[in-house]
Every structure is written in C-alpha cells, then in structure tokens.
C-alpha cells in the first residue's frame, strides 16, 4: 500500500501458546524508542505502534512482559486427533437424511470407506490492512485485503464511531484475504491517525497460530459409500467433525447444534443417491477457526 501522511504502524506481541494472557509488560523502555507514539495492551498481547515498521518491532524487543500460559496438556487433549475420532464414533446433529442409508449399507455388492482429514492452517496474510479516521469523526476509510468487506465496514464503524454507510471499504486485490482479517483493526482504537497492521514475523512463525488470527479448522470426516452391482452409487453417510465458525461469527445461524455451512459440501453433493445420511459433530477446541477448506 502507498505511504499515507501521518501513517501509524502498529506490531502486536503475542503470547506463544493458545489461552496465554498478558499479565504485565513495561510500555516505558518501548517508548524510548524514537518514533514510537502507542504501547497498547489488547485482547491477545501488546500492540506498539510507531511512524514506521522497524521501530514497533524494535520496541517490542525493549518492552518486557511477563504472562500466563494456558495449560498445555488440556489444548493439546481438546485438538488431538483421538479426541475427534472419538467425536466421530458418536451420532451427530443431522443434517441430512434421505431414504435408509444404514439400512443399505450391508447388502450392497461394494464398499467404499474413507476417513478424509484437514489439519489447522494458519490465516497469514500477505497483505496488510489501513485505518483513516479523521479527528472529527464523520467518516473513516478501510484498506486492506479482506474476504468479508462488509463485516471489515463493522469494523470500522464500531472504531471510528460512524454509521457503518460512512465506511468506505477498500478491497486491495492482492495478498491472501480471510474471513478473520478485519479483526486486526483492534490495536488501533486509540488513535485517530491513520493505521497500518503490519503482518510481521507473528503471522508466519510455522507452528505458531496465535488467538487474534484465525486459522483454517481442523477436521476429521469418515464416509462411507455403498456401490450396487452395476456399479451405481446406492448409499452414502458422511459425518464431519470440526470446530464451527459460524457458532463464532454468526452464533444465531448454528441451531440445535447444526452448523450449515459447515456441512454444506455433503448436504449439497451433485450426485444422485437415494440413501444418504450427513451429521456434523462440533469439535469446541478453543482455537478461533475462520473460513478454509474442509
């Protein structure tokens, strides 16, 4: 993006494991840095915003912090594969179920059995996003790379206090977009200059997804699929377990513990088959899922 007059840079320090919390840092070493203007405390870290890139990222590194880790064997128990097979052994909500498909398992002349599984990818964006708010709030300006312009208008509007037809969003055709990236806005709410979110290193350490950035879920889903003598298709169960993104954006949409969107591949398949049975079984694991393959 080009360089704005007035521009602010923000660089958020995170904590390195899922569930840590900030419990003290020392804004006064970071603020010795010239060109460093904020040391904010926010929902998942620190965010030091300065005039310019490099001098954030030098702060952070002259700011200590102390914090609270989450306890690691009970993240690891909620994410592991054997607590979602153990997920997948058990009936989930239905979503979809047409003739007797349990019923046409057994006699038929084929069988087709599969467990197909997505491990948590990390949303890193290659873009970065940009606030305006003038200090009269009357309008803001929204840049940035973003799957979901309209909630990144929210996202505004609730920052800059402005109706949200007062938002112009900027959808930058580059980078990699996620239905998680507006919410980086977060560590610009004291300042009424223009704010960039840098990625930085935060966004791209492998192995490091961090709770302000969403990542793609988890999913474990057995099918199975029964074959007549022909070769025709004639029964088909699907069960998906995953975290729900839509329990987390849309809460009001997930009923009776349904997920639609995130079963929408099984319940809308183009194939003609008169046995089918698709559940979904949601996997609460604590870690912030935002849209992805499943």
């Known amino acids: 993006m080009s360089r704005r007059p007035g521009l602010l840079v923000a660089v958020v320090a995170r904590s390195p494991v899922f569930g840590g919390k900030v419990k003290s840092f020392d804004a006064a070493k970071a603020k010795a840095v010239p060109g460093v203007k904020h040391v904010v405390r926010i929902s998942s870290g620190v965010a030091v915003v300065a005039t310019a890139t490099g001098r954030p990222k030098r702060a952070g590194t002259r700011s200590p912090s102390r914090g609270t880790r989450a306890r690691p064997a009970a993240c690891r128990a909620r994410v592991s594969r054997s607590c979602f097979a153990q997920q997948a052994g058990q009936a989930g909500a239905v979503a979809r179920h047409d003739g007797d498909a349990q019923g046409a398992l057994p006699g038929a002349a084929a069988k087709l059995d599969a467990v197909y599984e997505l491990p948590y990818l990390a949303h890193a964006d290659h873009g970065a996003d940009e606030l305006h708010r ?152 604590g870690i912030r899922s935002a849209s992805g393959a499943r």
């Open 134 to 285: 003038p200090r009269a709030p009357r309008w803001c300006r929204y840049l940035g790379a973003n799957a979901v312009p309209d909630r990144a208008q929210g996202v505004g509007a609730g920052i800059g206090g402005v109706p949200p037809e007062k938002v112009k969003v900027h959808t930058t055709y580059l980078g990699v977009a996620s239905a998680g990236g507006s919410s980086s806005t977060s560590s610009r709410k004291r300042s009424r200059r223009p704010g960039h979110r840098h990625p930085g290193e935060g966004d791209l350490v492998p192995g490091r997804r961090h709770p302000e950035r969403a990542v793609s879920p988890r999913v474990l889903a057995p099918a199975a699929g029964r074959l007549d003598a022909s070769g025709q298709p004639v029964a088909w169960t699907h069960r998906i377990v995953a975290p729900s993104i839509m329990a987390r954006v849309f809460p009001d949409t997930v009923k009776n513990g349904l997920d639609g969107e995130a079963v929408e591949g099984g319940v809308e398949m183009p194939y003609s088959v008169l046995n089918v049975h698709v559940d979904y079984s949601l996997a609460d694991t």
